[in-house]
Nanobody, 128 residues
């Protein structure tokens, strides 16, 4: 069983930055492929960023590429999402997720239904 807890959300002005964290308990997140997703008001959950199990390979949605960075700190058992140059359209609840099935170290997972565990989400609001 893996428990994921997101933190770091809040209200920020357009152009600002936030860093979300996803802490894990129960298992080491270093052995999993990880992802961040978001769900805006009245919208479906959408992919934001993914990190391979090795921590080397990343993948981003076109809407956040160049502005967001996903990373992990294995010593802290935490995955991060650094968000820069935030826009009002980034407003959403952000969720981290863990893919715990066997997987090649370099593969990233971008489909929500493939993930096994989810955090409770953290609200990010970007004001114009």
């Amino acid at each position: 069983q893996v428990a994921l807890v997101e933190a770091g959300g809040g209200v920020v002005q357009a152009g600002g930055s936030l860093r979300l964290s996803c802490g894990g308990s129960g298992r080491s997140l270093s052995t999993y492929a990880m992802g961040w997703f978001r769900q805006g008001p009245g919208k479906e959950r959408e992919f934001v960023a993914a990190l391979s199990r090795s921590g080397v390979n990343t993948y981003y949605s076109d809407s956040v590429k160049g502005r967001f960075t996903i990373s992990r700190d294995n010593a802290k058992n935490t995955v991060y999402l650094q968000m820069n140059s935030l826009k009002p359209e980034d407003t959403a609840v952000y969720y981290c997720s863990a893919y715990t099935k066997p997987i090649v170290n370099t593969i990233v997972v971008i489909t929500p239904r493939d993930y096994d565990y989810w955090g409770q989400g953290t609200q990010v609001t970007v004001s114009s």
